[in-house]
């Protein structure tokens, strides 16, 4: 055994223990460097199939692929020890059937060491998110706005801002917390209606754009740190690192074509010749 003691992560039983208790802190993750600055500061992180669009500038989730997923999963893991770690999976590599995304998700988990998989869908879901957790598979569930569904749903548009549409996302939150989710992400929907389902449901509901009542919240990290040019409304900027990106290149720029860089300070001299021999 090692001398020096693995640290250990966070795990699915003591992320359950925040229901109803201190807020759990998530962010996604894409890479190895974001993950160790932000790690010891949170419980869970997720590699968000938002990779394709903060990343790689794709229009929607849809194109994200599962090695693309896996990838940047290996990178975060390589840069985090204590956060629970959960992996999208992304549009068309579950829906199939359950003994689809089991094969699919038990690959995640093989081939990242991620603790645990999140997945689109509520009542239609349920009964894969059963047969992954019955198999010991960690699943986080993911209802409201579900960007994988985007066609369907018509745009990027909160849910139950409608009393009437309530009872259909409150079966989908209670329908994959019965099938076994250990949380369940709620996305783009009324306050109040998250509140209300935090109430309802078991275990905890993690918030992106719905009720700071649910037991923790989750951000686009690249949305939160001010790298993505429009952001929604249920975002709040805590740095500005595209402005400060944009005048550190001008800078550079500057330096470059004035021959300003590299100063002598960023070149190497010769070595000094020793007594000849
Ligand atoms: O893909 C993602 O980043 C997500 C979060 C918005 C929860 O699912």
């Known amino acids: ?72 999963a290996q990178g975060v893991m390589r840069g985090s020890s204590h956060a629970l770690v959960a992996v999208d999976m992304p549009f068309g590599s579950y829906e199939e059937s359950p003994a689809q995304a089991f094969r699919n998700a038990a690959r995640v988990l093989a081939e990242t060491g991620a603790q645990a998989v999140k997945l689109e869908g509520g009542v239609r879901m349920a009964e894969t998110v059963r047969f992954l957790t019955c198999r010991g598979i960690p699943v986080v569930g993911h209802v409201g706005l579900t960007p994988q569904s985007i066609q369907a749903l018509g745009g990027f548009k909160a849910q139950g801002r409608e009393e009437a549409q309530w009872p259909a996302i409150e079966e989908d939150a209670r329908g994959v917390a019965e099938a076994g989710a250990f949380a369940v992400v709620l996305e783009a929907m009324a306050e109040p209606l998250a509140a209300k389902i935090t109430r309802q449901i078991p275990v905890p509901t993690i ?71």
């Open 1 to 72: 055994m090692s001398a020096v003691a693995e640290s250990k992560r966070i795990t699915v039983p003591e992320i359950m223990a925040h229901k109803g208790g201190t807020p759990l802190v998530c962010l996604t993750c894409y890479d190895a460097v974001l993950a160790k600055i932000m790690d010891p500061q949170v419980d869970l992180i997720l590699i968000g199939d938002t990779v394709g669009m903060v990343v790689h500038g794709m229009k929607t989730t849809l194109p994200v692929t599962l090695e693309m997923m896996i990838l940047h």
């Open 207 to 277: 918030g992106i754009g719905a009720s700071n009542a649910c037991d923790g919240q989750i951000l686009v990290v690249n949305d939160m740190l001010g790298l993505t040019p429009h952001v929604p409304k249920f975002v709040r900027r805590y740095a500005h690192l595209g402005e400060d990106v944009a005048a550190a290149v001008a800078s550079y720029a500057a330096d470059v074509r004035a021959r300003a860089f590299p100063g002598a300070d960023n070149t190497y001299a010769m070595k000094k010749a020793g007594p000849a021999q």
